[in-house]
């Protein structure tokens, strides 16, 4: 076998974790050709595929499920490998501010701060964890995690990954109420409105080439991601959250997530910064450090 192009790693893991060319080539700075051959480059000298493409989706096939596997834990343990060593000449001071939707923080921020507060013990961090929209020069804000889609374009922003949308609800919900088939089901069905959402009640529902919108019957309306969370889970009504979010807590049978088969929409994960070019170490360094652990999980 001929010596393996490594520069095309990156690329797989990232299209791994996106479904997505076209998420690739943003998350990466690349074209889709770009990706699009690099990937066809590691098939072929693997004499694999590795992946499965249509026109709408993107998926492993299970000598690509294989290799992605047996290799993420590899990379990640030489990641944090070069990471150690490049922090020993570059020590934080000061303080950093950093703000994220609160289901963000919980699920994802958090651990990743600690981590890198135990690298930089002399930099205060402070975490402003809400889910309103913050004014980063008001409040002194060095870099922002916006999740969503983005609506001002001339924001100093990069993505650094997707995230899916679940509709989920409890057990207890669903002993009372019958799980729905359909999206039209879901007339029927209470429903926990997150009311920052441009349109909170009316969504849109896709399986292949078939789309259907559903407007909801709202129960309750919060302005909070936790509070949708905890109302769901108390068993008022249904609910739609992140992946990273509704993920743990369908695996520890907490919620379980309804109509699978069909897709919500999917979102971007950014990373904005305040107005102006200059980037202080303690940003630049930390945006290095959440590519290195999180890379194509975000």
């Not at 010596?3 to 990466?28: G, H, I, M």
């Not at 499965?52 to 590899?74: F, I, K, N």
């Not at 929209?133 to 889609?149: A, N, Q």
């Not at 009504?237 to 919620?255: F, I, N, W």
Request: proline residues 5%; aromatic residues 8%; positive net charge.
């Amino acid at each position: 076998m001929e010596q393996l192009d490594l520069n095309a790693l990156p690329v797989f893991f990232a299209l791994a974790s996106n479904r997505s060319f076209t998420a690739t080539a943003e998350q990466l700075g690349l074209t889709k050709t770009k990706v699009s051959l690099k990937i066809k480059a590691l098939e072929q000298q693997l004499g694999v595929q590795l992946f499965r493409r249509t026109t709408r989706q993107v998926s492993l096939t299970a000598a690509g499920e294989q290799l992605y596997q047996q290799t993420a834990p590899l990379i990640s343990n030489l990641q944090q490998q070069l990471w150690s060593v490049q922090q020993g000449e570059q020590q934080l001071a000061g303080s950093l501010c950093i703000s994220a939707p609160e289901d963000y923080c919980r699920e994802v921020l958090i651990p990743l701060l600690a981590e890198f507060s135990a690298l930089h013990p002399a930099l205060h961090i402070e975490l402003k964890s809400s889910d309103q929209v913050k004014d980063l020069i008001k409040e002194g804000i060095d870099l922002t995690v916006r999740v969503g889609w983005l609506k001002d374009s001339s924001q100093k922003a990069q993505r650094i990954g997707q995230f899916e949308q679940w509709l989920v609800a409890s057990p207890a919900y669903l002993q009372r109420q019958p799980p729905p088939k359909q999206p039209g089901d879901l007339a029927d069905h209470a429903f926990v409105s997150f009311s920052l959402l441009p349109s909170p009640l009316l969504w849109t529902f896709q399986k292949g080439a078939q789309v259907l919108q559903q407007l909801m019957k709202s129960r309750f309306s919060v302005s909070s991601s936790a509070a949708v969370s905890a109302l769901v889970l108390q068993g008022v009504g249904l609910g739609v959250l992140t992946h990273y979010s509704a993920m743990p807590l369908v695996e520890q049978g907490k919620l379980v997530r309804l109509l699978g088969d069909w897709q919500l929409q999917s979102g971007g994960i950014y990373l904005v910064y305040p107005p102006g070019d200059h980037r202080p170490a303690k940003v630049r360094l930390f945006v290095e450090f959440l590519r290195q652990h999180l890379g194509n999980q975000a």
